[in-house]
C-alpha cells in the first residue's frame, strides 16, 4: 500500500514498472576481464584488491 506520501509500506516492499514488446528478450552481461577491472578501479579511485574482492561474483579470471 501507498501512505499518504506516497510511501510504501511495509518498508521492505518492491514495486516496478514492467514493459513488453513482441521481440524482446534478455540477456546475461557476463563476466568482466583483468583488463576491465583495472580501468573500473581507476575510474573509481580504488585499489585493485578491494575491487577484486567486491567483484569476485563475476570476474572471469581466477
Known amino acids: 500500500t501507498l501512505t499518504e506520501n506516497f510511501a510504501m509500506l511495509p518498508a521492505a516492499s518492491v514495486s516496478g514498472y514492467y514493459f513488453a514488446h513482441p521481440e524482446a528478450h534478455y540477456f546475461g552481461v557476463g563476466k568482466i576481464n583483468r583488463d576491465q577491472?583495472?580501468?573500473?578501479?581507476r575510474r573509481k579511485g580504488m585499489e585493485i584488491s578491494v575491487?577484486?574482492?567486491?567483484?569476485?561474483p563475476v570476474l572471469g579470471y581466477e
Open 37 to 41: 577491472l583495472m580501468d573500473y578501479a
Open 51 to 56: 575491487m577484486e574482492r567486491w567483484l569476485s
